[in-house]
């Protein structure tokens, strides 16, 4: 299964936890306490395996709450899917009426996504393991990030190039084995 390295960790100490505090463990504690005989040892002894029970209680619970924080991270909710479906298909409508003739393929594929933006399906999809943020979302972000990145300007990358190449030119002057050498390439 395909997990963030977050639920790996945490999967890994639910993993410890559940060893630490097995029933088995525990009972074997007692017992060699208790074989003990000696009544003040063994009090002490049976402070320290409550005290590391409710430790590990309280790991639990942490773990268990990091868990459902991560499934309701990845889960939308009705309201979401509303919200989701009165904001984006209306901005999807007008950019697609703004490309004119070109844009009737892309309005009859909106047309065709609505039915598929409501809570009961995107309830059914999850429930089948659909994850729609990292199914749609991650998607998406990556094409934003491409397209941001495909508008810098060439001549700022030119630029840059440029204001190393001096940088470079700087250092090579600076240093005279580096100047002469760089002479002698040059042909001068």
């Known amino acids: 299964m395909d997990m963030p390295p977050e639920m790996h960790q945490l999967a890994a100490s639910l993993t410890a936890a559940a060893a630490r505090s097995s029933a088995q463990l525990v009972s074997d504690k007692v017992r060699s ?13 049976l402070e320290e395996i409550i005290s590391e029970l409710i430790d590990d209680k309280a790991e639990l619970t942490r773990i268990a709450q990091a868990f459902q924080a991560e499934l309701v991270a990845q889960t939308l909710t009705a309201g979401d899917v509303r919200y989701i479906a009165d904001t984006v298909v209306p901005m999807l409508e007008k950019v697609a009426d703004a490309q004119g003739a070109s844009g009737t393929a892309f309005k009859k594929s909106i047309s065709d996504l609505k039915p598929l933006l409501s809570a009961e399906t995107v309830t059914v999809l999850q429930l089948l393991g659909f994850n729609f943020r990292r199914g749609v979302g991650d998607p998406l972000t990556k094409l934003t990030e491409k397209a941001i990145l495909s508008r810098v300007s060439r001549s700022d990358e030119l630029q840059l190039a440029q204001v190393e190449r001096e940088n470079l030119y700087m250092q090579i002057a600076l240093d005279p084995d580096a100047h002469a050498r760089f002479e002698r390439m040059m042909g001068r």
Do not use: C, Q
Not at 33 to 45: N, S
């Open 33 to 45: 306490l208790r074989a003990g005989k000696k009544t003040d040892e063994t009090i002490a002894g």
